[in-house]
């Protein structure tokens, strides 16, 4: 997954045919056109040398 960082906004590529069904599933979770949407949180540390993820929650 290519990720791009420009200033506030973060736009996620998927490099297979898997991470782009990943990438439809949380946009499905977190995406209501009804209600509210929802928000990723971080939780936890992430650090490269140490960690291979970054961890989120989902908020309602």
Same mark, same amino acid.
Do not use: H, T
């Given at each position: 997954?290519?990720?791009? /960082?420009?200033? *506030?906004?973060?736009?996620? %590529?998927?490099? *297979?045919?898997?991470?782009?069904?990943?990438?439809?599933?949380?946009?499905?979770?977190?995406?209501?056109?009804?209600?509210? *949407?929802?928000?990723?949180?971080?939780?936890?540390? %992430? #650090?490269? !040398?140490? *960690? !291979?993820?970054?961890? #989120?929650? /989902?908020?309602?």
């Amino acid at each position: 997954m290519k990720i791009k /960082i420009e200033k *506030n906004v973060v736009e996620f %590529y998927p490099e *297979n045919e898997e991470e782009a069904k990943d990438l439809e599933s949380l946009w499905r979770v977190i995406v209501d056109c009804v209600k509210f *949407n929802k928000k990723l949180v971080a939780i936890g540390e %992430y #650090f490269p !040398q140490k *960690n !291979q993820c970054a961890r #989120f929650v /989902i908020e309602d």
